[in-house]
């Protein structure tokens, strides 16, 4: 990186950081494609396996401690819940429900599974999505699975470490070095990963950063 990159990464970082500790709020809980709001602005969307942290991600970048409801129980996350970002907004984010939630009903199972797949593969605002993956995991079939949908969809997404402090350095740089390799092979996927620790604090500014960017603004 050249000097004047770096720079304006700094800006951008602390553009970020600013925009993220303004207004952030809840605008509402879609547990139907019927309920989604217009789609007036760039949307950001958070996937992942269920328990893997995206609602604390969400509460991460926000600096808020409970804008999203993170839970021990797996499956907290049953709609597609939206936050608007900036006065006036700018972006929202899309906090949505978890997939791989063996003890699901699978009946209920079935219903976020079409709301997700439905929203993502449609929704025209959508400009980027994450693909949180726990570190201490790495990638798992149903993460594949999510990837090549979304590859299809041509839906490009960031793929996000979480919870980065609860593993050593050095299995974490495996961990980093086995994931970027396949993401590499995503024709949608960024080929560079976010390593984050919404505990830590760690990853959550050039994340911040990255997800301006996208939105464009
Ligand atoms: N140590 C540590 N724990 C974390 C981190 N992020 C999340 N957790 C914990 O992991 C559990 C699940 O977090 P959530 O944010 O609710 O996960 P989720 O992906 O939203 O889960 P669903 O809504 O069920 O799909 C909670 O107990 C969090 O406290 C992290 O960075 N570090
Ligand atoms: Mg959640």
Redesign the pocket.
């Known amino acids: 990186m050249t000097e004047e990159e770096a720079a304006e990464l700094a800006q951008l970082e602390r553009r970020a950081n600013k925009l993220f500790s303004g207004r952030v709020e809840f605008l509402l809980s879609a547990p139907q494609l019927k309920f989604l709001p217009e789609p007036t602005v760039p949307e950001i969307a958070f996937a992942?396996r269920?328990?893997?942290?995206?609602?604390?991600?969400l509460n991460a970048l926000t600096g808020r401690k409970k804008i999203a409801r993170?839970?021990?129980t797996?499956?907290?996350?049953q709609e597609l819940n939206f936050f608007e970002v900036g006065e006036p907004t700018l972006f929202r984010l899309v906090?949505m429900?978890?997939y791989g939630?063996a003890k699901a009903p699978v009946k209920v199972v079935e219903k976020w599974k079409n709301l997700v797949k439905t929203y993502l593969r449609g929704r025209q605002v959508l400009v980027r999505n994450l693909v949180?993956v726990d570190s201490r995991h790495g990638l798992k079939d149903v993460d594949r699975e999510m990837m090549k949908m979304l590859d299809e969809a041509a839906v490009g997404y960031r793929v996000v470490l979480?919870?980065?402090?609860?593993i050593k350095a050095s299995e974490l740089a495996k961990t980093v070095e086995a994931v970027e390799a396949e993401a590499k092979k995503h024709v949608a996927a960024y080929p560079q990963i976010h390593v984050?620790?919404?505990?830590?604090g760690m990853g959550i500014g050039e994340l911040r950063a990255a997800l301006l960017r996208d939105a464009g603004v």
């Open positions: 992942g269920s328990n893997v942290g995206k609602s604390s991600l993170a839970s021990v797996p499956g907290r996350t906090d429900p978890g939630f949180l979480t919870k980065a402090d609860k984050t620790s919404s505990e830590k």
